[in-house]
């Protein structure tokens, strides 16, 4: 199994940037993809962000141009660049590890709070 620790959540003002950081445990084996996903208040999880090893990339539609996924594979860890934050982007930020044949891994969350 794969433990997935994210950081660098925290509180913004509008317009503000945040980086979050999410460390595997090790390596991942049979990877399929990483990705970030948020939950607002009251809401459904929902896709903000994903990326293949391959390095193929897909984002939310409210997210793009705004936010960008990138990877340190020597690090296993994954980012995600969140800038021009609106509140809207408010909620807890998960990440995860999908793999072939194995149950999607998920961090615990952090908290990504924009305020006006």
């Known amino acids: 199994q794969v433990q997935l620790v994210e950081s660098g959540g925290g509180l913004v003002q509008a317009g503000g940037s945040l980086r979050l950081s999410c460390a595997a445990s090790?390596?991942?084996?049979?990877?399929?993809?990483r990705g970030w996903y948020r939950q607002a208040p009251g809401k459904q999880r929902e896709l903000v962000a994903r990326?293949?090893?391959?390095?193929?990339?897909n984002y939310a539609d409210s997210v793009k141009g705004r936010f960008t996924i990138s990877r340190d594979n020597a690090k296993n860890t994954v980012y995600l660049q969140m800038n021009s934050l609106k509140p809207e982007d408010t909620g807890v930020y998960y990440c995860?590890?999908?793999?072939?044949?194995?149950?999607?891994?998920w961090g615990q969350g952090t908290q990504v709070t924009v305020s006006s």
């Open positions: 990326i293949t090893p391959p390095g193929n990339t």
């Open positions: 995860n590890a999908e793999r072939f044949l194995h149950p999607t891994s």
């Open positions: 090790g390596i991942i084996v049979n990877l399929k993809a």
